[in-house]
């Protein structure tokens, strides 16, 4: 894996992204699920990007953009899971197509030796947003572990054992005053809403903000 994931962060403009022909870099599969998800968890770790899709409008798909940056191979195994792990009340700025209903059912999965290059560059990327009233802020995104009862069964009405649980990899929407916060007490469906951040660097925001608008 390439060392170049943990150099400095670049920034991305979701409207003017375009991926170039990766040819055999990075190969996909999508397993459609009614059973159960745990049995997976030996080989890869799981993965939930969607949110950052919804709340950034970014129109690529991350794992081919990770693997042309660094010229890396990558294994995605797309997970449908039989019914949301978010609650989709996700806000569509006029202009935009909404997405179908169950776009937070897909989960994706990688396998253990890969995952780590690809968490530190998802991590260190930056991604210019742009509000209904066209102000520009920069977002980063951070990752939310949560251990979960297995989904698939839940969702099926099966009964669920006491130790099976399973480990996901939430990557939520952050900027230096407010986050995206995934409220794990009650789900799946989880209900995700933006908390304010307290600590140094919030009263920076406004300058910051500022300087960016008028780029």
Excluded at 114 to 138: R, V, Y
Excluded at 169 to 192: E, M, R
Aim: net charge neutral; charged share 20%.
């Amino acid at each position: 894996m390439s060392d170049s994931a943990a150099e400095a962060p670049k920034t991305f403009q979701p409207a003017k992204m375009i991926i170039p022909d990766q040819g055999n870099l990075i190969s996909q599969d999508t397993v459609f699920l009614n059973k159960e998800l745990q049995s997976f968890e030996k080989d890869y770790h799981f993965v939930f990007v969607n949110a950052l899709h919804m709340y950034l409008r970014i129109p690529v798909n991350l794992y081919e953009l990770y693997t042309t940056e660094f010229n890396t191979s990558l294994r995605v195994i797309n997970f449908v899971l039989p019914g949301p792990l978010l609650v989709e009340d996700v806000h569509i700025p006029e202009g935009y197509i909404p997405p179908e209903p169950g776009w937070s059912r897909y989960l994706q999965g990688i396998p253990h030796e890969q995952w780590t290059g690809f968490k530190n560059w998802l991590l260190n990327s930056k991604w210019m947003a742009q509000t209904k009233n066209g102000d520009k802020i920069l977002y980063g995104c951070e990752e939310t572990a949560v251990a979960v009862r297995d989904p698939v069964k839940l969702q099926t009405m099966q009964i669920v054992g006491i130790k099976e649980f399973i480990n996901i990899s939430f990557f939520l929407p952050a900027n230096i005053t407010s986050k995206l916060y995934l409220n794990v007490k009650n789900g799946p469906p989880f209900h995700c809403v933006y908390v304010a951040r307290n600590g140094p660097g919030g009263g920076e925001a406004l300058e910051l903000f500022k300087r960016l608008r008028e780029n």
